[in-house]
């Protein structure tokens, strides 16, 4: 009864693909962005932060637009770097993996900015009279401090791009085999007569992933808290 | 040797101090509120003047004419907080060697077994902060200070946060950290008692000024009700 066909599991692996690559790309830029935006101070940072929280608030498929005209292959970014890096977005699972990048980014950015602005300071300042320069202080006391904040934005990072759609299927389109994710699949299947039966297999698919990413992403959390709380 | 004069605005109130030090251990007393705090940090570089110089021995650290002002992290000054500030996601024997870790340099055994001795620290290496006690805590706090090997060490008050039993059990602790590490020491604290066992000279603030210099004599002027 519960059986998947080869095409659910091309689409349940290269969406595990896509929102692990996406979640380990956004990663450093994630860290790096809610660090100026928890810590610094300077002209425009309002702006900075409306523009991170942009994909929140745009229908997605505005976002998948915008992804096309400037990544797709005859786009003024997306020629430059085929042209000069080799990389490709449009129609690629690399591109899947970009547009899910960016929807997840505010989501990402939010958590461990929250995280960060929670530090304590005055640890950081001892820190500095042991002889710890800014960037040691950052990696020995500020990072690891807000450890269970940035697992719950990977985490989160990586929900929200398992789910993506709307900005996936207009900027790469819905191709099985190199862009057609878990979402794109279950669209596709509904859209045939009778399809719903097998898009049902891969909805429980879908249920199961998010469900076991939840807990490992709670017992991460739980393990980094335990941590820093002395056990 | 140790030069102070630093200016700054905190909000309503001016701190405008200066003073020097050339033994072994100098307090800062006064009333809470009265600019101790701020000055240490200041000396420390957690704070910078708006004004003024700071130079230990023959470096200058801050001096606005010129625009030096050495960062934190480069002055070597150790500074045991009022609560510890113990990294908590480390096991105390990595604060303890914090310092060290950061400089790269290979530890030296004999001074961290010296300084394990006399603070009596040696059977807390494994725990984490969050399991010691006040006055364990208190005492790591300090050893993590003296094993950078600081040109100067900053206590703020350092037994506030105790109960008297804690306080009597780190004082000799603290009067062995005078005698033995050779380090100079700058104590802050509101509490005489506490002053006249560790220190010998007292620097009196009050409302972010100097009001007296002198030996701990300074100290029985003072009404008990001020030192609550």
Redesign the interface.
Known sequence: MFELSPQDWTAIALSLRVAVVSTLIALPFGIAIATVLARASFWGKSALDALVHLPLVLPPVVTGYLLLVTFGRKAPVGAFLADHFGIVFSFRWTGAALACGVMAFPLMVRAIRLSIEAVDR??E??????????A??FA??TL??ALPGIIAGMMLAFARALGEFGATITFVSNIPGETQTISAAIYTLTQVPGGDAAAFNLVIVAILISFAALLASEWFARRAAA????? | MLAVHVERQLGEFAVNVSFTSDTAATALFGPSGAGKTSVINMIAGLLKPERGRIVLGDDVLFDSATGINVPAWRRRIGYVFQEGRLFPHFSVRRNLDYARWISGHTRNPNQFSHVIEMLDVGHLLDRRPGKLSGGERQRVAVGRALLMQPRLLLLDEPLASLDAARKREILPYLERLRDDARVPLIYVSHNAAEIRRVVSRVVRLESGKVVETGGIELLDGVRADMLA
Not at chain 1, 125 to 134: D, F, I, K, V
Not at chain 1, 227 to 231: A, E, M
């Open positions: 005055r640890l300042h001892a820190a500095a009279t042991l002889g710890a320069n800014p040691w202080t020995t006391v690891p401090l941590r820093l709380h002395g056990s």
